[in-house]
Every structure is written in C-alpha cells, then in structure tokens.
C-alpha cells in the first residue's frame, strides 16, 4: 500500500533503508491553515547521523510494533502509539525546538476550545490527483466550508482510518460473506439501529446479517409490510404475534414474548415513514437509543414511480426530509421537545444517516463508459429524480442545520447509489432477475421490454457488504475522540458512492444464462423497448473501493447461480414440510363411515380398475335384477343410513328419489329380497366390502355380473367398493371427500379416456409433490455440481411459432398457491397461469396509476347506508391494477392495436347470409343471441377498415354457434385460393369459436369423449390464434398460450345491460342480504359437482366470522328464494359459486359480473375469459373442489374490506364481458371491451417465442 492510500496520521517507514528511521528523510507533513503540504527532504545533519547509530535497533524494533500491532488490554493499539514514538523520538533529536512546539500546540487547544476553531482538513487521501485539485481549487474559494462536491458531493474527512484498521466495535464483529474479511461497528453505548424499508429485499438480508454476526445489536424496523412468516425469522424465539397500537392504527409494533428473558432487540413497527408520530414515538423511546438511520423506504422501481409519480415524490423525498427532522438532535427536533430556545443535551450529536440511493440519478450512459461519482447527473425518470432530490434533500438539511445552530452541523451521513440489485430470496418477483429466474423455473412465459439494455448488476450480498462498511465508517466518525482521548464531534459530511459490479451484461445475456442454468423450456415475449427506462449503465467503485474498501465480490454467474440455488431449495423445504404434513399414511375408522349417515353418497365400484356406479336399469324394472353397475359422468346419488347393530356390524340402507317417489334399494337373492346390507371398511385403504344383511354374502366386484353376484367373506380378496360424499347436511369435513375418483378423472386429468377406481385427488396431489420433489433435487445436485470457478453457458433463445412449442401437448401441472413458484412440475406437465394471489411485496400499489397518494391510506370501511361507496372507491382505483404484470407492462403504453384483416367468406356463404341473415347476426337489440360473439367480432373488426398487411393478422369469420358449426376448413381454403397471398403465413390466422368445445368443433356433454377424439383440432388453427370461449385444460380443445378466452354472449344480456346500466345501479356488496347462490341443471360431465355445491350445508351462526354479520345472511341454492327471478337475486347476493357444467365456462360467468356478483371459481383447470391478461386473483375466490364441504366458511373468513376491494376491481374490468347490442360497432375496439381485450391479447402472443426442442 503506498502512502496516499493511508490515513493522514500514518507515514511509511521503509524497512530496507536506514535513513527512513529519521525524521529528517521523512517525508514531513506540515499542518497549514488550509492544507497538508510536503516539504523537500534533506540530508541528515552529522548529530543526526551519530544519534541515528547509538539508535538503530531501538527505532527498527519500534518500526516492527508499528507496522505490527499487538493485542493490549483486549483492544488493538491505536495511532496514539505511533504519535507518542515519534514526539519521544522529536524531542531527543531537537529538545528546544519540541518544548516549543509543545507550548504552540498548548495555545493551539486552547483557541481552538475557546474560540471555536479547527484544524484545516487535509487532503482526503483517497481522491484522484484530478479530485484532488478540484479539492484544493474548493477550499481556495470556499475557504470556510466543510463540504465539496463537484455533480456528485464530496465530504472530505479530517480523522480517515482505512477500514482495515477500523476501531473495535462495541456491537462485536461482522463477518463479510464468507468471513474471509471482518467489519467492524462502533454505535456507542446501547446504541441500535433503526431500519426503515426492512421489510424489504435489502432490508431483510441487512438484518440476516446483522443478527448472524452482531446479535446484540438492537434493531428497530419501519415497514408497512412485513409478511408474519418472514417477520418470524428474524427472531431468536417464535413470535407471540400480538400487534400493540403505536398512535395510529395503521401503525403497529410487534416484540418478543413478554418473557423474563425478553432482550428487546428486535421490533418491528408496521408503518410508513411518512407518520411523522409514529417517527416521534420511535426516537423519544425511554430505553432504546437509536445510533444510526439506515432509509431503505422507498418506491423502488421506475415503473412504479412512474405509475404514481406524485406518490414516488412523497414517500422518495419528502418522507427522508421529514425523516431527518425527526432525527434526536435536530433543529426540529429540539424546538418539538423542548420548545424554542431549547438546547441539545448530546452535544448537537445526531444519528448517522445511510440513505439508499440509485443508479438513476445519472440517466442514460454513453457505450463504454464507466460511470463515476463526478459524473453528470442527469435522469431520465422520475424514480432517478426521486432518489436525487432525496440527496439534494440530506445536504440542504446539513446546511440548514449549520445556519440554525450557527455550528459545524453535525450529521454524518452516506448515499449508496445502488446499481441493480439481484439476488435476494425476498425480492418482488415482478423485478427483471427475480422474474426471469422463476419463469424460467416453471417454464412459464418471460417477458422482456426491448432486451437491448445493458445493466450493472450488483448482488445483494454485497450491497450489503457496502452497507455494513458505510455503518463503520459512520460510527466512528459520529463517535471520533481527538487524539483518542476527547470526545471530538466532527464536522457534518455527506458522502455518496456507487454500489456496483463494475461490469454490464445485456438483458439477452442474462435471459440466456438463467435459461441454461435453469434448463428451461421458457417461450420469450419481447415487448418494444420503453425510453423511460435507462438501457445502459456500468459503475465504478474505484472511490467506494479506497475509502471504505468496497469491492464487489459476487460476478454475475455466481450470483445467478446463489439465486437459482436458493429458489430450488427454497421449493424443496416447501415440498418436504408439505408432503410431510399432508401426505402421512391415512388410515381409517368406523367414524368415517359413520360420519356419512344421513349424507347423500355415490356408490363406486371397480370395474377391471375403472369406475362404476350403482345404477337402476330401466330396462329390466319389471324383473328382481333392476339394479346393475354402470358407468356414468352423471351418476345416482343416494340418501346412505347407517347404523351400528347389535352383532357389531355395520348396516344400512340406500333410498333415492325416482320421479317424485322415494324408494329404497332392493336386491333380490335366492328368493329373498334384502333392502338392509352390510358394509365393512378396510382401515388401510378407506374401501369397503359391500353384502347382503344377516349373513347373504359379500358382492364380488362390478363386471357381466348383476349386482347380486356374492361369495362368501372368507374368499373375499381385496374391498372393490367406496363410498364417495356428495351433500351431507352437516358440519364439515366430510370423510373421503378428497378421494372423489370422478372428480380426480376430471380436473386431474387431460388424455385419460377412463376414470380409475383409484383415483384420488388427494393421492394425485401426494404423488405430484413426490415427484416434483424428485426434480428439484435433481436440479439441486447438478447446481452443486458446477465447477468453481464459475462459467455460466448462454442457452439458445427460442425462435419458434406457437404451434411448435415444446411443451403444447403435455397435460398441465399443479398450480399451489402457496409454492415458492405456485408450479408443482413435475417434469412431464406444463405449468400454467394461476389464479393465486402474488404475495404483496410492494406496499403502495393500490395507488398506482392513480393521481392519489398512498398515506394516508384510503379506507375500504364501507358504510352499510352509503349508496355511493362502491361509485367512490371505483374512482380511487386503476383498471391497469387489475391486470397481469406483463400485460399492464405492456397496455399501460397506450400501444396501438395489430393490424387484423377481415377475410372473405365463399360466395355461396355470402348469398346465404343476405337472405337469412337472422342465423348470422343474431345481435339485435331485446334479442337473446345466444352464442353470437363470432357476429359482433367480426363486424367490429370490420369497421377498422384494415387491409391486408404481411406483419398483420387475418380474421375469419366463422359462426359456430350461430348456424351450428359449418364447413370452416372450406372456408378456409376459399380464403387461401382467392383472397390471400401464397405466401400468408398460416400463423396469423385468427377464427372464433363461440360454443361449448372451442377448436375441437364438436359438441358433447363428455369430457371423456372428447379425449377418444385422435385429432381435436381443425387445420386452420393449428398454427393460428382462436379465439374461444373454451378454456379448459382437461383436453386438447384448447392451447394455453395460444388461444385467447373470450367471454360468451350471455343470453341475458340485453337484460344484464338494462338492469345494471350503470355501476350506481349495481348494489354494494355490504348492502346485500344473500352471501351466496347457485342454480343449474345437472347435466353434462359436471353434474356430480353441481350436486355437491347445492348441498344444504349448516354453517355455524354462534361463530363471529371476519365477515361482519356474514353468518346472518342466507344462502339460497336451486331457487330464486324470496326475490321471485333471477337478475333480482343476483343484485342481492356477495359470492357466485361458478362450478363447471359440461365445460368450465358458463354463461352464468357473465351474468354474475355485470351484477356485481364476485365470483367463486373451483379450482383453476379452467382459463376464463382474458386469462392471460386480466388478474382473476384480484376480482374473483378460488377453492378446491374438494373444499366444498367448507364453502361458507371459506367465504365467511374474508372480511367486508377486503370484498369490497373484489367489487370494485370487478366494476373496473366488467366491460370486458359485454358485447355491444345495436348495430354501432365503430366504438367497438376502444370501449375496452371483449374486442379491445381480444386484440392486444392476441398481439403479446405475437410477440413470444417458442422452444422447439
């Protein structure tokens, strides 16, 4: 190290040179009014050289103690041993000129104590021969001010201590990554820090890190968000969880227990660091003093900034402002506590301050340039103004706090201006690394903005290594003693250096790393680039690197592969806790089987391994054999009465309503006829034997046979039978109500043209984890099989057509909502969009593309006599909140639509349709139309008057539903011959499909029929977009990620539109009187389902659900109750069960919207309209099919708050579900409407890119 690298109190003292032991060939530093000069070196005068021999062995054993300091009473020896060696060795060469000295420095003290002065600051060692004489040119002009700054400000430093050789710290010891190096703290005595934004990313980490290395170090948290499971983490013992009102009751503190042994070192309080009581309360803590201020509170995103700039402005600048007038010690600080005139009791001595800056305040860069605090500041967004105004903010404060108290101001404080970060495991998981690592994960869709920029990605771990040594930096000068003996309080300075990795990467380059390192299968989405955001920086850290000794130690391949390791491992501790906790060995009891009397039950057997029902056979009711097993998609439910007897077994009976008459199940056998049977149960399995009572005999499994087919128990090999639930008018849960073999068959299930006797969602759901547990292992043993050091691969990006994506044709995967990445693969799924709610990481997006602020928050307390407080909290809300992130990335834009052309029909189809026009264009005003959205589509698009264009989309008109299903293949090929060129590409075909099977172009009311079908799709869309009301992921009648879901036309629509006009004439949910509804056939594939959620099922009215005076209501199921039809009782009720019929998507969807009626889907194996665009999770519930024993309870959990936030998202996208109904489609595409929806979805899937292998 040579000497400009050091302290201004150290010299070099050269080992191989004897004369460097003196004085006189030193090179001398003379303390001047202004700066630290060098004096020319001379020749060692005779005394010298005579003293400098009787003396040479003394001064090389006292060079070695300096350059090698020892241990002495527990603490390192200081530079006041290096200064009192030097004035012995002054004042034995020169005795009269030391006592000399001795006496100026006396008078020096005694003017600088008396009147006020210092000593001039030297040269900070640590700038570039360029800032050092811009340094000096400062002082010269400026010959009284403690700060210098050139763009970027400067503080220079009179007391510098190179970092390695830091103080001991009272905090104890932090270890750097990997404890190759240590960083020391020093915060005085029962000093803590105060952490606001811990909640956050950073924050997180910085407090992992804190309490790993220093756990005595006492840590107070601001956030508005901190999720109770992380929040448990960060503890020493498990929470008790209770929240303590702090002022203001969106503002709480959560500690420890209140045990004996409680050390008070952890507190959390939930706010923002705009309530300026809750800072208050916090600074004027009796017990806790607060050292230093670490603001990691931010909006911290550009396009969160952008979507609410006023907002951004408020909590990114005002909030630090108001923040540091906060501060214990302050001008505003002193005048609230002590009134005016009042004094600080610590010496003008206030906390330190980090403030957590940006690479934006510098904008756009040129290529190649390396960034550096000097630079130009100049950004290009309001987030980069943000955190600029936010520095601009802590040095006005400095220099206010200099004229107030008329004194050298006495803040220390440093602004780390972050390049960005990655790599933390509690990062947003909308931010670009967080976002492709997942994707790439589930092999889900990755979405880029342009993909051109190149970004300065710096890892987390050392982000917070930048921290921590800005920490000890801090301390120590906020706790400096002059000549390590008297408290000396240091002149106010405010210093920013650049956190970064020093490197840039291309977003192309990042994308194909994760890619490869993740093995994914992900299509890319390439958006056009946005100008807002910044498309190229690289930092550097040569000043963080020489003054705190920062050096970014994590390269971008490292930290990809930290990360992907980390999501990995965070998956399997989710899957092994899970599928331990739910997936133990069942056993079962007579109570099972017991609990089910009185509940109206399938009778399942096994059919050579496949379902059949218990059915009558109206063929034969004039003979004894009426009864036989069948198999059915819509089988006989009986009533099941059992009863315990007097020998020990178990009986009952089967009855069943046939036309309005209830009879009982009979059976007749050699002669007599039985309507009592017997059942056992095998504990094991949860089957059971079947026989006739008294001793008749057991049935034999379902096969030619009749059902009176028996044998004797002793023969019996195995229990062929089961018990299902489907009502059971009584309190949940329901024995065996997860082990519904039909329903496991159809929700689990894509190609399966049978249903197993085995079939358990339950046991489907273990298997899938167990597998999926398998891959991530696997990926886990092949991260950790990586050579070091580390080469990350670039995989190729995908290049192909929707139609040749990899993974089209695979049954689709699990989602759980509450895995790590919601996708359970399991290798041979896909994984698909989910209707999960994210977990909330940003605490300020309900005021996002609103011109509001976030703080005070907005209430959602809705008064039960206001009619207007579902028109008020619509108006504080931003239909762009209700979308997918990638698509309101993308419509937030304002982007134009894709060029769609209208093809031509075949001249025959032509005439036709003048002369019976009716079958075509059923979309006339008090009409029903049913299943007319082909009609209306095409005669929006046609009023945007689009010729053909070769980059644009070719619509043809296809009617479906309106003249049940015609020759669309000959359409087709009309289209090619005569009205297209011969070299459209097949890709940009768009076709609706407005009935029940979509693309599969059939109707049935089997789904496994379907399955039988060889070839589900018809030739013209094959490669292109249909756009189609089917949804449902059970078969190959529809693509995900290739087809749009578009909304029926509701028969009652005109109705709908009349009734409901407008959102005042819809009812606010806390107005409604009937929590929930449904009525239905029960036809088709979904009818065991419908019977399940009309089941009569008690739910407790002693209880006090989170739903206030939710278990007062009524629910009303296959009927209209007291409202006398149907819109009527729609208008009255919160929740609308939409349970699938012989598809997922009914009309019935529709209906319940436009009323304002929250939708209550089951499950999510079916993709509802604008799936990919619209945020389900955000308007709508979602259960489990198998959770409908629980369905009140479920709906009684949520509290009116958080219904009335359902609502109102619902107004602000139920456009999207309505079709015009006269003949002015001109307005069509801009109404955001099915139209409007339809086409963007359609153009961010002309954007992806498929893998082909």
Not at 316 to 332: K, R, T
């Amino acid at each position: 190290m040579n000497s400009s690298e050091k302290g201004t109190d150290e010299v070099d003292l050269d080992n191989n040179t004897q004369h460097s032991l003196w004085l006189g060939s030193i090179t001398q530093a003379t303390i001047t009014r202004g700066r630290r000069t060098t004096d020319d070196a001379r020749s060692p005068s005779k005394k010298e050289e005579q003293y400098g021999a009787r003396r040479t062995n003394n001064h090389r054993r006292e060079h070695h103690r300096t350059q090698n300091p020892r241990k002495k009473n527990g603490k390192r020896e200081t530079t006041e041993m290096i200064l009192r060696t030097r004035l012995s060795l002054y004042f034995h060469l020169y005795p009269l000129k030391a006592r000399l000295a001795v006496l100026g420095l006396f008078l020096g003290v005694v003017v600088l104590l008396v009147g006020g002065g210092r000593l001039a600051e030297p040269i900070p060692p640590h700038l570039h021969p360029h800032r050092q004489s811009q340094y000096l040119q400062h002082h010269q002009n400026h010959p009284h001010s403690d700060h210098f700054h050139s763009n970027a400000s400067y503080a220079s430093s009179y007391e510098y201590s190179e970092p390695k050789k830091a103080s001991v710290s009272r905090w104890g010891v932090l270890s750097r990554y990997r404890g190759k190096e240590e960083v020391q703290l020093d915060g005085g005595a029962g000093g803590g820090l105060l952490i606001t934004g811990g909640g956050g990313n950073i924050g997180k980490q910085l407090i992992k890190r804190l309490q790993a290395t220093s756990p005595s170090v006492p840590l107070v948290v601001v956030d508005p968000i901190f999720h109770e499971e992380e929040l448990r983490a960060f503890t020493r013992r498990s929470l008790s969880g209770h929240l303590t009102d702090q002022s203001n009751k969106d503002d709480y503190a959560l500690n420890e227990n209140d045990n004996d042994d409680d050390d008070g070192l952890f507190t959390y309080y939930r706010g923002d660091i705009r309530n300026t009581t809750l800072l208050n309360e916090i600074f004027s803590h009796p017990t806790r003093k607060i050292s230093g201020v670490i603001n990691l509170a931010a909006v911290s995103r550009v396009l969160w900034c952008l979507e609410n700039q006023a907002d951004c402005t408020a909590v990114n600048v005002d909030a630090v402002a108001g923040l540091l007038d906060a501060l214990p010690g302050s001008s505003a600080w002193v005048e609230r506590t002590q009134g005016e005139g009042g004094k600080n009791a610590d010496g003008g001595r206030l906390p330190w301050f980090i403030q957590a800056s940006s690479r934006e305040v510098y904008g756009d860069t040129k290529p190649g340039e390396h960034i550096t605090e000097s630079s130009a500041t100049v950004p290009s967004n309001v987030y980069g103004q943000s955190k600029l105004s936010a520095e601009h903010a802590i040095q006005a404060f400095i220099d206010r706090e200099k004229e107030r108290t008329a004194a050298k101001g006495t803040l220390q404080a440093i602004a780390l201006r972050l390049s960005n970060v990655y790599g933390g495991e509690f990062d947003h998981r909308e931010r670009l690394v967080p976002a492709m690592m997942t994707q790439a994960i589930a092999h889900r869709t990755i979405q880029m903005v342009g993909g051109d920029q190149f970004l300065d990605m710096v890892h987390i771990d050392d982000v917070v290594d930048a921290i921590i040594l800005s920490i000890q930096r801090l301390s120590t000068r906020s706790h400096s003693r002059r000549f390590g003996l008297f408290p000396h309080r240091l002149p106010a300075t405010f210093e920013q250096f650049n956190v970064a990795a020093g490197r840039a990467v291309s977003a192309i380059e990042l994308v194909r790393k994760i890619l490869h390192l993740t093995r994914s299968k992900s299509p890319i989405q390439t958006i056009p680039s946005d100008a807002r955001f910044p498309a190229r920086y690289e930092g550097s850290t040569e000043l963080a690197t020489s003054v705190l000794g920062f050096t970014a130690k994590v390269g971008i391949d490292e930290g990809l592969w930290r990360l992907a390791k980390a999501y990995y491992q965070q998956s399997r501790g989710y899957l092994e806790r899970k599928r331990d906790k739910e997936c133990r060995t069942r056993s079962y009891s007579r109570a099972d089987l017991l609990a089910l009397s009185g509940c109206t039950v399938n009778v399942v057997g096994n059919h050579r391994g496949e379902i059949s029902y218990l059915d009558l056979d109206h063929k034969t009711l004039d003979t004894n054999d009426k009864w036989r097993w069948a198999w059915s998609y819509n089988p006989r439910t009986y009533d099941f009465n059992l009863t315990e007897r007097v020998d020990g077994k178990l009986g009952f009976r089967l009855g069943y309503d046939e036309k309005g008459s209830y009879e009982t199940v009979n059976v007749t056998s050699a002669g007599t006829t039985y309507t009592d049977f017997e059942v056992d149960l095998d504990e094991t399995t949860g089957y059971v034997h079947l026989g006739l009572a008294n001793g008749g005999g057991y049935f034999l499994p379902p096969a030619s046979q009749n059902v009176t087919t028996r044998v004797s128990p002793d023969k019996l090999a195995e229990p062929y039978f089961r018990i299902i639930p489907i009502c059971c008018e009584k309190a949940a849960p329901w024995p065996f109500m997860d082990e519904d073999p039909l329903a496991s068959a159809i929700n689990d299930m894509k190609y399966e043209r049978t249903a197993p006797f085995r079939g358990s969602q339950h046991e489907t759901l273990c298997h899938r984890m167990s597998r999926a547990l398998d891959i991530v292992k696997d990926h886990l043993d092949r991260l950790e099989a990586y050579p070091f050091p580390l080469h990350i691969e670039e995989a190729e990006l995908p290049a192909g057509n929707p139609g040749q994506w990899k993974h089209r044709h695979m049954k689709t995967c699990t989602n759980l909502c509450d895995h790590p990445t919601t996708c359970l693969d399991t290798g041979d799924c896909a994984c698909v969009l989910s209707s999960c709610t994210s977990i909330a990481r940003f605490p300020f997006a309900s005021s996002a593309n609103l011109d509001q602020f976030s703080y005070p928050p907005i209430s959602n307390n809705i008064d039960p006599k206001d009619n207007q407080s579902l028109i008020n909290l619509v108006e504080h809300k931003s239909w762009l909140n209700v979308l997918r992130p990638a698509a309101s990335r993308y419509l937030a834009r304002d982007p134009k639509f894709p060029p769609v052309h209208v093809t031509q029909l075949p001249p025959d189809v032509v005439e036709n349709r003048k002369a019976e026009w009716w079958k075509y264009d059923r979309f006339l005003p008090g009409k029903p139309g049913c299943f007319s959205a082909d009609s209306i589509l095409e005669r929006g698009l046609a009023s945007m008057n689009t010729s053909y264009a070769e980059d644009g989309f070719v619509f043809l008109p296809y009617f479906q539903g309106s003249i049940w299903y015609p020759n669309v293949e000959g359409w087709r090929q009309n289209a090619l011959q005569h009205h297209l060129p011969w070299s459209f590409d097949e890709t940009k075909w768009i076709v609706p499909f407005t009935h029940d099977w979509g693309v599969c172009n059939t109707f049935t009311f089997d789904v496994f029929s379907i399955r039988h079908r060889k070839d589900t799709a018809i030739p013209v869309v094959r490669q292109g977009t249909a756009w189609s009301v089917m949804g449902d992921l059970n078969s190959d009648c529809y693509r995900y990620d290739m087809d749009v879901v578009i909304p029926p036309r509701a028969c009652l629509m005109p109705k709908l539109v009349k009734h409901f006009a407008t959102i005042a004439d819809v009812r606010p949910s806390r107005q409604r009187k009937t929590l929930a509804t449904f009525k239905a056939t029960y036809m088709g594939t979904g009818s065991q389902a419908r019977h399940k959620m009309t089941c009569a099922r008690p739910f407790d009215h002693s209880k006090s659900p989170s739903l206030e005076g939710g278990n007062e209501l009524q629910t009303i199921w296959n009927g209209y109750g007291d409202y006398g039809d149907y819109l009527t009782l729609l208008a009255d009720t919160v929740f609308c069960p939409l349970v699938r019929g012989t598809t997922g998507w009914a009309s019935r969807t529709v209906d319940s919207i436009y009323a304002g009626c929250i939708p209550v889907l089951f499950g999510d194996q079916a993709h509802l309209a604008f799936w990919d665009v619209l945020d389900w999770s955000k308007f709508s519930v979602t259960i489990l099919e198998s959770q409908m024993d629980r369905l009140e309870e479920i709906l009684l959990s949520y509290t009116w708050e958080q219904v009335a936030d359902l609502q109102a998202n619902l107004m602000l996208v139920r456009d999207a579900f309505i079709y015009p109904l006269d003949d002015d489609f001109a307005d069509q595409p801009y109404q955001k409407g099915p139209l409007f929806y339809a086409l963007h979805s359609t153009a961010l899937t002309s954007f992806t890119k498929y893998p082909t292998e």
